[in-house]
């Protein structure tokens, strides 16, 4: 186990506070929160993440196979239009904003916005992420000892 009087693996706490983050659509500041919040709870020689990075790190989550798709946010009874990576552009020249480009009803949307409402989804190579999954020994652990039982 993790440490004593544990009832789980570090691999599988981090695991579902991931689950958590993602099903629940948690900002990243909130998920610091939540680390750091739990962190408090555990003895004090026990290491825990108490950022998005570490905890990505710590789950070996590379996300550089992946493409993410934003809903048109004026909805499905006006329009529904997708908008991929490939519509994507700066608001201005030199500017870090950007701006998305609805092909459907020709309207542009700020990419934060359309981030953080939760009109998105992500579509990951799954061939990659089992990979990558499988070149942790802490998880290749996990399966082996879930699949004796």
């Not at 544990?6 to 958590?20: G, R, V, Y």
């Not at 680390?35 to 998005?52: E, M, Q, S, Y």
Request: hydrophobic share 40%.
């Amino acid at each position: 186990m993790w440490f004593d009087g544990a009832n789980l693996t570090k691999q599988q706490s981090l695991i579902m506070i991931f689950a958590l983050t993602v099903s629940e659509n948690l900002t990243r500041r909130f998920t610091e929160i939540l680390l750091r919040l739990i962190g408090l709870h555990l003895p004090a020689h026990v290491d825990f993440p108490t950022t998005v990075y570490q905890l990505h790190r710590d789950l070996s989550l590379n996300y550089g196979a992946s493409k993410t798709f934003y809903c048109c946010p004026e909805g499905p009874a006006i329009c529904k239009g997708i908008i991929c990576e490939s519509d994507l552009e700066l608001k201005e020249p030199g500017s870090k904003v950007k701006v998305a480009l609805c092909n459907q009803c020709g309207q542009t949307f700020d990419l934060k916005t359309l981030s953080r409402s939760n009109n998105m989804f992500v579509l990951f190579d799954l061939k990659f992420q089992i990979e990558t999954l499988l070149a942790n020994d802490n998880i290749k652990q996990e399966l082996e000892f879930s699949m004796k039982y």
